[in-house]
């Protein structure tokens, strides 16, 4: 959700700034963009499809979480040059640590977990199983890690209330920064030697 967030937000403060600056939006030239690709998939089968979410195992899920951020880390340091992608390299290397140091699962603990399901719901997940997609949970004196798991919300007031981490809010304000920033070239704005 928080990325969801920042993607419409940095699209739409690119556009305007590019606006401003009286010149066409500029996309980000990324390289090994199908990195993101492989890195989503085995998430979107393993998450997002009821058909296939049941048909694997923990262990399989376990393997899979952290490789599919490790080839995310990857990209963001083969791109690690454009604007905002350093930030969202740290978010990820601490969304993988947090992930590799607690079973290949996101921590989260029983407080935050019922700000987001019913205590009956709760009362049936056991510490150490998972919590709705890609969590585990635990409680915060058995976790690694534990201020980079998943323990922020929205506020009270916001729809829809999603558990996120310090590594999600950096990812968010990379991809911001990447979308949003343009530059200004004064060859383009103030050609023929013109300066400002």
Do not use: C
């Not at 890690?145 to 209330?161: C, G, I, S, V």
């Not at 990447?178 to 023929?192: D, M, S």
């Amino acid at each position: 959700m928080i990325l969801a967030l920042a993607v419409v937000a940095g699209l739409l403060a690119g556009l305007g700034w590019a606006r401003w600056l009286n010149r066409p939006y500029q996309p980000p030239e990324l390289n090994f963009l199908w990195l993101v690709f492989i890195a989503f998939l085995p998430q979107f089968v393993v998450f997002y499809l009821p058909g296939t979410r049941q048909l694997i195992s923990d262990r399989w899920v376990a393997l899979l979480l952290p490789l599919s951020q490790a080839l995310l880390l990857t990209f963001a340091w083969l791109n690690r040059r454009q604007p905002g992608m350093m930030i969202l390299l740290i978010g990820t290397a601490l969304n993988l640590t947090v992930i590799a140091a607690n079973s290949g699962f996101m921590p989260i603990s029983p407080q935050t977990a019922s700000r987001l399901v019913s205590q009956e719901v709760l009362d049936d997940i056991q510490p150490g199983e998972r919590f709705g997609t890609k969590d585990i949970l635990l409680h915060p004196q058995e976790t690694r890690f534990e201020w980079l798991a998943d323990r922020f919300l929205p506020p009270a007031w916001f729809t829809y209330q999603v558990a996120f981490s310090i590594g999600d809010v950096f990812i968010a304000i990379g991809v911001f920064w990447l979308l949003a920033r343009q530059e200004i070239y004064q060859n383009k704005l103030y050609p023929q030697g013109k300066t400002i």
